[in-house]
């Protein structure tokens, strides 16, 4: 049998190992699953011929080498942070490896030794970084081979709660790690490119400079741009295009609820609070409004954010039980940060019956013999329940899909990527789609940003 190892059972990593069990009798594979919680790692496993769950601790050396040499490739879902370490092993024991986390440099650095061991170490293969660069590049391709230059691409993604589970005041839940919503577009300008133009926006601004787009079935969303617009140049071979701007899906309204957050320095994860452990919200609330012998918190929250009396944010802070003197924090040596995520955990954590949607849309401007075109593309997914998530598939499936084409051998280019070349993305996205993950393609008129062609 081929052995294939999964390190970490968290929550996106459901859907990935109900795919590999259920083609192991086929497919002649063998499920390991470690984790730092045997219970997790069992949960999957129990009674299937085909998979066990063991205790695999990352930090423990002997541990991990002998799970990595006693398999024939390696899926690490463990945060980004971890990997490089199962990656050295899978070098040393000549193993394949598949991650859904961005290539950090570290990674990056084992790309001679992959190559010339002949090893797939694929990375980038989740969500969003994963079925965003594949649906983009079957696109971007497509317009090239017929002669087409790209002048725009705009693409968003955005991890929501489904419609028939949205019932708070945000339109949102957590359907991912919540500390990484929380601390969302802080360490540096947001910097993308439009109209020719180099454009950036502060992180004290960046809620604030949204755009919009309306999705068919579901209505108006919003988009704040992310961080990294401009690394996508080189990878996607974009170099002389005129618009690059990538950017985060929400429900309107979020982005200038949670730019409340961002005024008040809530979202700040640079210093602890003294007593954080005994405090209540209401305390909490008050660490960032000034003294006021006579004023109350609400008074005082309600003049730092110049908000009137019938401002409908006024509702969103009070379904957080952001004043209550009854709840506490809970955690010792808390930063600003670690604290909202606390507050909000209490009101955004999905509910058994909850369903999540996952939201992708992509824009491709481009000219051809001398006229402009643009085609919109947009993929949404409900989930099934709180376990199986439309994250943890989209995350997920892409993972599985492709550790079996490397298995395979249908998946050969050695080294340390991405999948952005036609072998890779065609047979898997042929897949997803017969998974329910499906884009919908139209074609509309070219807007670009910019018709009398100031800047």
């Not at 690059?244 to 309204?253: C, D, F, N, P």
């Not at 908000?307 to 944010?313: C, P």
């Not at 930063?335 to 209490?346: H, S, V």
């Not at 599985?400 to 036609?422: F, H, R, S």
Request: contains cysteine; aromatic residues 10%.
């Amino acid at each position: 049998m081929r052995n294939i190892l999964i390190i970490g059972a968290g929550r996106s990593a459901t859907s990935l190992i109900r795919y590999l069990l259920d083609k192991s009798e086929k497919e002649d594979l063998f499920i390991t699953i470690g984790d730092i919680s045997i219970q997790s790692a069992q949960k999957f496993t129990t009674g299937h011929p085909n998979a066990r769950g063991i205790l695999l601790d990352v930090f423990n050396d002997v541990q991990r080498k002998q799970a990595v040499e006693s398999s024939d490739l390696v899926i690490s879902m463990l945060p980004a942070r971890y990997h490089i370490e199962v990656a050295r092993d899978c070098i040393e024991f000549g193993k394949h490896m598949v991650t859904a986390s961005y290539i950090s440099k570290e990674m990056q650095a084992l790309n001679p030794k992959a190559e010339s061991k002949g090893l797939v170490f694929m990375n980038e293969i989740g969500l969003d970084p994963g079925v965003d660069h594949m649906s983009a590049m079957q696109v971007i391709d497509r317009i090239r081979a017929k002669g087409g230059k790209m002048l725009l691409f705009e693409s968003f993604c955005g991890g929501l709660i489904a419609p028939e589970s949205d019932n708070n005041l945000w339109n949102y839940k957590f359907t991912w790690n919540p500390r990484n919503v929380v601390l969302a577009g802080q360490g540096g300008a947001a910097e993308f490119i439009q109209e020719g133009k180099y454009k950036y926006i502060p992180y004290h601004r960046l809620f604030r400079r949204t755009e919009f787009i309306n999705i068919e079935g579901y209505g108006k969303f919003e988009v704040y741009a992310n961080r990294n617009s401009l690394q996508y140049q080189s990878i996607y071979g974009l170099d002389n295009i005129l618009t690059l701007y990538r950017g985060t899906i929400r429900r309107v309204g979020f982005s200038r609820a949670w730019h409340m957050f961002v005024q008040l320095g809530m979202t700040d994860d640079s210093y602890t609070i003294p007593d954080s452990e005994s405090m209540s919200y209401r305390e909490f609330v008050n660490l960032f409004l000034p003294y006021s012998p006579t004023d109350t918190v609400e008074l005082k929250l309600r003049h730092a954010l110049k908000m009137d009396q019938d401002d409908l944010m006024w509702e969103k802070l009070e379904e957080l039980d952001l004043f209550t003197k009854n709840k506490k924090l809970g955690i010792k040596d808390a930063t600003p940060a670690m604290g909202l995520q606390k507050i909000l955990e209490d009101k955004w954590t999905l509910a058994p019956q909850d369903k999540d949607m996952i939201v992708m849309y992509h824009k491709f401007g481009y000219q051809l013999d001398g006229k402009k075109y643009q085609i919109d593309s947009h993929m949404t997914l409900i989930g099934e329940d709180q376990t199986h998530t439309a994250m943890a598939k989209t995350v997920g499936l892409p993972v599985a899909i492709a550790a079996l084409k490397i298995l395979n051998e249908e998946i050969t280019t050695p080294g340390v990527q991405l999948p952005i070349a036609k072998e890779v993305y065609e047979p898997i996205l042929r897949e997803l789609e017969e998974n329910g993950v499906i884009f919908h393609e139209k074609e509309v008129n070219y807007l670009g940003y910019n018709p009398d062609n100031l800047h």
